[in-house]
């Protein structure tokens, strides 16, 4: 881990040399690899080398659709299939925060309870330097996310083997509510046709991230 630490914080100084300029990195991966461990632990070891606020984060998951409108398109059984998200807000934002450097952006993020987005739960401050994103499709071919290779200074995919992925799913299923059999059939219904979407983008992506690179948990 310290390896990728160091680089985000070269990443973090890098854009700090450029006076107000921020630089975005991506991370990409099936569902379960661990792209958000990764993103939150980044963060604070940026925040720890070079103060508070130097790095923010942003899950594309707050970009989720919310029930009432996943309901509305008959999706809700599909949730967190691509076109399950504001895949255009979340290309915004990115953008926004690429250029909106003098006050403060505020980003949504997913609550695993209430199993709908939530608002504005993270800041990108004007302090901030790095925004350190990571989501399913960072890294897809398909419009709009083929965008964000335009706008992160780089992309990482976060890479785990699939039976650790699908036991971390089943595990995430049952903290939020249902049973082994329903949480293994939401995985091999959604997760996993997803995972195989998302592994085809694996070779858009300027780096490789394995299991063993990554913190616990």
């Known amino acids: 881990m310290p390896d990728l630490v160091a680089d985000a914080v ?14 975005v990195l991506g991370l990409a991966g099936a569902p379960g690899a661990g792209k958000s461990t990764l993103a939150r632990h980044l963060v604070a070891g940026v925040d720890r080398a070079l103060g508070p606020d130097t790095a923010g984060y942003l899950p594309m998951d707050g970009f989720h659709l919310s029930n009432a409108q996943l309901d509305r398109l008959g999706r809700r ?19 926004r925060l690429l250029t909106e450097t003098d006050h403060p952006v505020y980003v949504p993020d997913y609550d695993r ?32 996310w083929a965008r964000l290779r335009g706008l992160f200074t780089q992309l990482w995919y976060v890479e785990a083997d699939d ?40 070779n858009n992506c300027t780096r490789v991230v394995r299991p063993a690179d990554l913190p616990p948990g």
């Open 10 to 23: 070269a990443l973090a100084r890098e854009a700090a040399a450029g006076g107000t300029r921020r630089a």
């Open 77 to 95: 059984d599909r949730k967190g299939a691509p076109d399950t998200f504001d895949a255009h807000g979340y290309v915004a934002l990115v953008r």
């Open 113 to 144: 309870r209430l199993h709908e987005p939530v608002a504005a739960r993270h800041v990108v401050t004007p302090r901030t330097r790095l925004v350190v994103t990571e989501g399913n499709y960072l890294a897809g071919d398909e419009e709009p």
């Open 163 to 202: 039976e650790v992925r699908e036991r971390r799913l089943r595990e995430r299923q049952r903290a939020g509510g249902l049973d082994e059999e329903a949480a293994r059939a939401w995985v091999e219904r959604s997760d996993r046709p997803n995972g195989e979407l998302v592994k085809r983008s694996r």
